[in-house]
């Protein structure tokens, strides 16, 4: 993990700009790990807010073209795990709120099905690069097909700390969705590129537990934790709550609390 991350000085009037919002210093790349900066590419020439570094390619969220678009055609729609954990209501989708939102790929393959989310991710570096998306995307929608424009209305952020926000604000909302950042593992084969820069800037999520307890105490109808295949649960200290469901998929599990069962049982 660093906390070194700054902001290149290659558009001055931005960088100074973000750098009022952010509170990092504009310095030069060469003495730093991780640092914002602009690109573009040969495909779009439109400028993108990218978390860099030396040793691999610069890292932006992009909801309208790459990877997310391709995970929106065919990452397998409704029936695909992550969809599935979160349940159906009666008469509407459930609303969500992501947690812990990181590169916003859950938030927008949710989003992209129909579910309103709001996505909140507590570093203001990596919160700064999905307003960046939204913003591109918004500045585009006259030109979208329907579909990309409602997946992109869908889609709201803050940043802050969930398990405080859940605490200070309550909102009323159906699930609310984790997917906290596991320690590095060694012998683990190296984690996609994106995952890598977030692994490096904001490191593992040693509080998981804070926010699964905030976030049963927020639910109107459940809790998902995304985990990898094998681990543990995420534990409540106090009250060793239990999932009450679980979806598996290869290398995942959604661990799933619903609501309705844990106050039955007592446990809520
Ligand atoms: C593994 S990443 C999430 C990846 C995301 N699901 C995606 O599809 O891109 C975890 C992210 O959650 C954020 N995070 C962890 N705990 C949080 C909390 N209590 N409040 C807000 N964000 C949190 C971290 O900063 C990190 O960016």
């Known amino acids: 993990m660093t906390n070194l991350a700054c902001i290149a000085n290659t558009y001055p009037d931005k960088a100074s700009a973000l750098s009022r919002q952010l509170g990092l210093s504009i310095c030069k790349t060469s003495e730093i790990e991780q640092w914002l900066d602009w690109v573009s590419d040969k495909k779009d020439s439109e400028l993108k807010l990218a978390l860099c570094s030396k040793t691999q390619g610069p890292v932006f969220v992009d909801f309208?073209?790459?990877k997310k678009a391709h995970r929106r055609q065919f990452g397998g729609g409704k029936g695909q795990p992550l969809v599935r954990a979160m349940g159906q209501l009666e008469n509407a989708l459930p609303t969500i709120i992501d947690a812990t939102a990181g590169m916003g790929?859950?938030?927008?393959?949710?989003?992209?099905?129909?579910?309103?989310?709001t996505m909140i991710e507590r570093s203001p570096i990596v919160a700064s690069l999905l307003e960046d998306a939204l913003n591109r995307a918004q500045a585009h929608k006259s030109e979208l097909p329907q579909e990309l424009k409602e997946s992109i209305e869908k889609l709201s952020l803050i940043n802050a700390d969930s398990a405080r926000y859940l605490l200070d604000f309550q909102p009323e909302i159906d699930v609310i969705y984790m997917d906290p950042m596991y320690p590095e593992k060694k012998k683990k084969a190296a984690a996609k590129k994106e995952m890598?820069?977030?692994q490096h800037l904001v490191g593992p999520d040693l509080d998981s537990e804070k926010l699964l307890e905030a976030a049963l105490k927020t639910a109107r109808y459940r809790v998902v934790v995304?985990?990898?295949?094998?681990a543990d649960p995420v534990v409540c200290r106090h009250n060793n709550i239990q999932p009450t469901a679980q979806i598996s998929s290869p290398n995942t599990r959604y661990d799933i609390y619903v609501i309705?069962?844990?106050t039955a049982s007592g446990q809520l």
């Open 196 to 198: 890598q820069a977030l």
């Open 64 to 66: 309208l073209a790459g």
């Open 260 to 262: 309705k069962a844990l």
């Open 226 to 230: 995304k985990r990898p295949k094998g």
């Open 105 to 117: 790929g859950d938030s927008y393959v949710l989003a992209s099905l129909g579910f309103k989310v």
